[in-house]
Every structure is written in C-alpha cells, then in structure tokens.
T-cell receptor
Framework: QQQVKQSPQSLIVQKGGISIINCAYE??????FPWYQQFPGKGPALLIA?????SEKKEGRFTISFNKSAKQFSLHIMDSQPGDSATYFC???????????FGKGTKLTVNP | DAGVIQSPRHEVTEMGQEVTLRCKPI?????LFWYRQTMMRGLELLIY????????DSGMPEDRFSAKMPNASFSTLKIQPSEPRDSAVYFC??????????FGQGTRLTVV
C-alpha cells in the first residue's frame, strides 16, 4: 500500500521554465510534509516543508502548495535551472511519529 | 559538524557472505534511521531507533537483516547471508525532531 503517491516519475523542463511535481496522500493523520532533493551519488537533503495549517510556503524559487481538502500537495520550482536537475521526493509524517513515508520520487532534468 | 557518516561507501560481496554497514549519526540527534533505495521500490524505511532503542523494524525484509545501536554515536546494519536481491543503496539518517532527517552519503551494496 503506497501511502504517498507522487507524479510524474520523470520530468524534463527547459531552463527558465516552471517545474511542477505532485503528491497525494490518504492518511489524514499526516501533519508534516517535507520535500527532499537528491543529487546522484548523494543522500536526500531536506529542501522545504509545510504543515497543513498553511496553503502555501515559499523559499526562494521553491514553493509548496497544499490542498488539505483534496489531500494533495505540490512542489513548484520557478525559473528552473540546470543545477536543479535531481530527484525530488515528497514525504509525509504523522504527528508524534518519526517515521517519514516517502513518495517514489521524480527525476527532474532541466535542459540548458 | 561532519554530518551523518556511513562506511563503506561501496561494498561488493559474494552471495552468502556477511555484510556489515556502519553509521555515525550527527551528534545530539536522538533518532536514527536505516533506509534502502532501489529503482523498483524507491526509498524504504527498514528500521528506526529512538534514544538507541529500536522502535519500528517492520520494514526489515527478513531475518537475514539485523540492526543494532549500541550507543548514541554508532549503528550497524548487518545482512547475513547476503543475496543478489539485497543489492541496493543503503542510507542512514538521523534527526533531532520529526521530519527533519539528515541523510548520509549512502553505501552502495552489490552482491554477486
């Protein structure tokens, strides 16, 4: 049972474009939704995170949009750059738990 | 801080051999996680410890896998006997509070 569904599996975007990655969840007990970025040969690194009491969080070119009623959240990368090429994972965490549940990942390629 | 340190970075072993992966978490972090990453299954949580105590090992695939955390600064993941299907990248991560997990560089295990 996949608790966090992520799409698309891969994404190709031109430099300067907007990259959008979507995630959906079923468990309403989740109350923390981080995004991780992973470069080849490296471990995932926390990029940005949101709690369900807000609908949007922005950090630089990265924005999380959160729709509590639809149980969906998405990562938007504005003005995408070749250096953003990486695999992105959404995740979810239940309150009181340490156990992150990850999506399957999206491999983003930004062409110059 | 040097971050989460894993060793070895690469391990090639023959089927049936014992494999031991090592992890040093970030000092002061009280939770430690072992993940396995494959193309097919993505990031899977194998086991996590809180204050050196195993809390959830439901992700450990079978009895061939075992993990220990004898103190706050060291953990091991052992596979005995190893099989080709165990080939994957194994990540250790640590955190101080839920969701903000810091990952090591990973150990790429190849069982031939």
């Amino acid at each position: 049972q996949q608790q966090v569904k992520q799409s698309p599996q891969s994404l190709i975007v031109q430099k300067g474009g907007i990259s959008i990655i979507n995630c959906a969840y079923e468990n309403t007990a989740f109350d923390y939704f981080p995004w991780y970025q992973q470069f080849p040969g490296k471990g995932p690194a926390l990029l940005i995170a949101i709690r369900p009491d807000v609908s949007e969080k922005k950090e630089g070119r990265f924005t999380i949009s959160f729709n509590k009623s639809a149980k969906q959240f998405s990562l938007h990368i504005m003005d995408s750059q070749p250096g953003d090429s990486a695999t992105y994972f959404c995740a979810a965490l239940k309150g009181g738990s340490e156990k992150l549940v990850f999506g399957k990942g999206t491999k983003l390629t930004v062409n110059p | 801080d040097a971050g989460v340190i894993q060793s070895p970075r690469h391990e090639v072993t023959e089927m049936g051999q014992e494999v031991t992966l090592r992890c040093k978490p970030i000092s002061g972090h009280n939770s430690l996680f072992w993940y396995r990453q494959t193309m097919m299954r993505g990031l899977e949580l194998l086991i996590y410890f809180n204050n050196n105590v195993p809390i959830d090992d439901s992700g450990m695939p079978e009895d061939r896998f075992s993990a220990k955390m004898p103190n706050a600064s060291f953990s091991t993941l052992k596979i005995q006997p190893s099989e080709p299907r165990d080939s994957a990248v194994y990540f250790c991560a640590s955190s101080l509070r839920g969701g903000r997990a810091f990952f090591g560089q990973g150990t790429r295990l190849t069982v031939v």
